[in-house]
């Protein structure tokens, strides 16, 4: 499929095209930049569907993945991704490291940076945790998410599904529903979809709804139907357990009452709306397996999909200059 | 031993501008103005520059001597969160001897045991013990009960309360005011009506109490708002304020820099226009650094796992002569506000121009300029959120109780 975005990108030579060392945030990037890495995600969505899932471009390099938060979807994702390039993959897991033993987040950095990584990925539970280490070692830093703050390579694979399947984003009314206040996939996306001009819409109840929100662009409600009204995609964001019991909202099935994405609810959206949801998924609260396994609607497996193909087109584009590819150096 | 300081232009709280010298007898003040120099005095030429009252600091955390030295402090007022706690009075006496001759450190005691905001602290004998005042330190007295009984209680002994103005159950684990800076930045905040929250509950108790109390830092425009109501039905309230609050707004803490991470957080633009407003039209009394000294151990952390705190004391004057220069307030009024304003809220005989006060002195030049370097600061640590900034006014000499420091 072509992308209809229409796309500077193209006409722009090497490294001009996006001129970052870090890809930290999708704050910053602007508009043709983001398009860049959708259009670069495109032939890996190709490939992957392939037979020969294997490119050698980032042979003899070193990614290490260090995650000081849990994750397995996102660190596959990156893991898939890294080896699908041919780079070495190592895995660093927050959980049974040193940072257990009062390291501190610095030392790590450098530690890392001294084993000579080609680039470094990051998730780590406090919001500019990701930038803080980036501006203290020579390569690369991708963020796989920090904190509330970011985590770009969902926002792009959002962008890329919303962009295959409903053949653009501009113009497309998006609602982003759930634990706003505590989502750095909320955050990410809004950035991305405001920044190609989508018609955004969040929705939660006050006690998620950050402050300020409509300053980034867009429109806050906490009706769910109000907000479903006339909507081209719908994204359910993951309510964590520990917030759904009283502390921010009364209970599991109270929540369901209000904001769960039901197959009724759904009618109320566009007719063939697109529902997605980045997981992993809490099934008969925020969204109902009727929905999640829509066959025509759900784009949630094929969010994975394009999440691998992002994250190759990020790691490939961000060690061009160390890999001295032409225009780049 | 007698000094004289002659040819400055003297400005004090309460005689106003003039020109003309000091004459220090031993610890005190002998003659202001135009006086007949003795044979034997020490004469020092002040070329013309500002000779001041030296700056009283209400609510430092920590003791920092060349800091102090640096901008002009010969006294402050320490704030009861120390290791241990000021809640007992041999640290409290300790405190208050640990900085002499040069650096006079008057101990604001612990209002509660170990500062948990339930038991009572022995204030009358921490009070003869060296402490000026009493506080809740950082933290919140959440039982509205134990706060009347605090404010009822230092009232019988005269001592002011030096209030935190911050609600802990609003304010939760937040580092940021909630707003779009937060909101972008994805950090945990607070809204600013933690602020007013506190200080509404706080005044109704001081109003019944009648008793003294003082917001070591109000930053929000509901907040003045209250205070000013307050004064005006004769409440004994006052309140303070940083040059960090006057002079940033959260925007500053964009780029995840923890130099920013302050206590209360700052404010969103329109607060910091309240916070002018109540400088110029009198509701904010005093000017404090807030001096909190913190290293790389607590500052090079992601900003929410970073200690809140900024190194004040050095830049306290430079950035506060700017609110001058601004014509926001009179060159006398902020004399006042960083020296007699602080020095009568803690009831310390200093702070003025007057024959028989204590030689509590600063000569300064109001229009040298320097830039704040965070790497050269004398401080203990440099975390300044005004790293960078070129400022105008540097201290030339300092003199406590007569005695040279600088």
Redesign the interface.
Known sequence: MQPSDHSPAASLPGSAVFPHRHLTGI?GLKPHEITFLLDEAEQWVAANRGSKKNDKRLRGLTQINAFFENSTRTLLSFEIAGKRLRADVVNMHAATSSVKKGE???DTAMTLNAMRADVIVIR?G????V??IADKVDCPVLNAG?????HPTQALLDALTIRRRRGTIHNQRVVICGDVLHS?VA?SNILALTSLSADVRVCAPSTLM????E??GVTPFTDFDTALEGADVVMMLRLQNERMAGGFVPSNREFHLRYGLTLKRLAKAQPGALVMHPGPMNRGVEIDSAVADHVDQSAITEQVEMGVAVRMACLDVLTRRSRGVKGWA | MTIALLNAQLVCPTGGASSGGVLIDGHSIAAVGTFAVPDDAHVIDCHGKILAPAIVDLGVFTIDVPACHAGGIVRVGLMPDQTPVLDDPGIVQRAALIGRPGLWIHPIAAATRGLAGKDLAEMAINRDAGAVAVGTGERWIADSGVMRKVLAYAGDLGLTLIAEAQDGGVLGNAVAT????????????A?SLAEPLAIARDLMLAEDTGAKIHFRTVTTAAGFDLVRAAKRRGVRVTCGITPAHLLLSDIAMSD?RTFTHLSPPLRDESDRQACLAALADGTIDILCSGHDPRGP?EK??????SAHGMAGAETLLALALGMVRDERITLQRLIAMLSAGPAAILGLETGTLTVGAPADLMLFDEGAPWLIDADKMVALAGNTPFDGLPVQGKVLRLWKGGAALR
Request: proline letters at 9%; charged letters at 25%.
């Open positions: 704050a501190t987040l610095i780590h406090s919001s500019g945790a930038r803080l920090d904190g509330s703050h970011e750095r955050r950050p402050a300020g929100i300053r980034m | 909630a707003g779009e800076t937060a909101t972008r930045m994805g950090l945990p905040a809204p995840f151990e090079r952390l992601p900003f929410a796992d």
